[in-house]
């Protein structure tokens, strides 16, 4: 979501597509993305809330992304792992999976 993105943007230097705050329709947002197999790896940490309803739309999110194999991290240290991975090209195959996210048609153009 935007917050989550700005802090791993400021960090990272990576150009990070932001959504809404996940109380107002991020996390749908997010997860009509990953339903088309539009991103490419996914950092959900969760918030503090533990009400059914988000628990369920988590849950669904996470589903979704095991079976499409979008690398998912829900905590910081596996966060960092994913973002090293990243920035290393060790994830350059989601692009044969994904070839028209945003992330992979930008890379390509700058080839």
């Not at 990272?12 to 790896?41: H, W, Y």
């Not at 918030?47 to 690398?71: F, H, K, V, W, Y």
Request: net charge negative; glycine share 8%; aromatic share 6%.
């Amino acid at each position: 979501t935007s917050i989550t993105g700005k802090y791993v943007e400021e960090a990272t230097g990576l150009e990070i597509e932001k959504f809404l705050p996940g109380e107002t329709g991020g996390e749908q947002q997010i997860a009509s993305r990953v339903a088309f197999n539009e991103i490419d790896v996914l950092l959900y940490f969760r918030g503090p809330q533990n009400n059914p309803r988000s628990m369920a739309i988590e849950n669904e999110l996470l589903l979704t992304c095991d079976r499409l194999n979008i690398p998912v991290a829900t905590n910081l240290a596996t966060a960092e792992t994913i973002i090293t991975a990243l920035g290393r090209g060790d994830l350059d195959w989601r692009e044969l999976v994904n070839p028209r996210s945003a992330h992979n048609l930008k890379k390509r153009f700058r080839e």
